[in-house]
C-alpha cells in the first residue's frame, strides 16, 4: 500500500490532530487516512449510473423506449480525436 509523508505541519494542526484521533479513539495516523478517505470519497458523490437511471425516469422512459434506441444505435467504436 502506498503511503505519504506531509511536511511542516504547524504545531497547532498536529495537536489538533491528535485531539480528534482521540476522540475517535484511533491514531493519529489511522485519522488522518479517514480524513483523507472523506475529502477524496464523500458519501454523497453522484454516480453516473444512477444519475442516468434517474434522468430516465425523471423523462418517463420505459424498457421498450431503451429497446428502440438500442436497435438504432451506432455500435462502431469512435474515431479518436486529432488535436493540433
Known amino acids: ?13 498536529h495537536r489538533a490532530l491528535r485531539v480528534r484521533a482521540a476522540r475517535h ?3 493519529a495516523e489511522a485519522e488522518v487516512r479517514a480524513i483523507l478517505e472523506s475529502a477524496v470519497k464523500p458519501e454523497r458523490r453522484v ?3 444512477d444519475a442516468l437511471a434517474s434522468l430516465g425516469r425523471k423523462v418517463g422512459l420505459t424498457d421498450e423506449d431503451i ?13 479518436p480525436l486529432k488535436l493540433g
Do not use: F, H, Q, Y
Request: net charge positive.
Open 1 to 13: 500500500m502506498p503511503s505519504i509523508t506531509v511536511r511542516n505541519v504547524p504545531d497547532e494542526v
Open 25 to 27: 479513539g484511533r491514531s
Open 47 to 49: 454516480r453516473m449510473g
Open 67 to 79: 429497446a428502440a434506441l438500442e436497435k438504432v444505435r451506432d455500435r462502431k467504436p469512435a474515431k
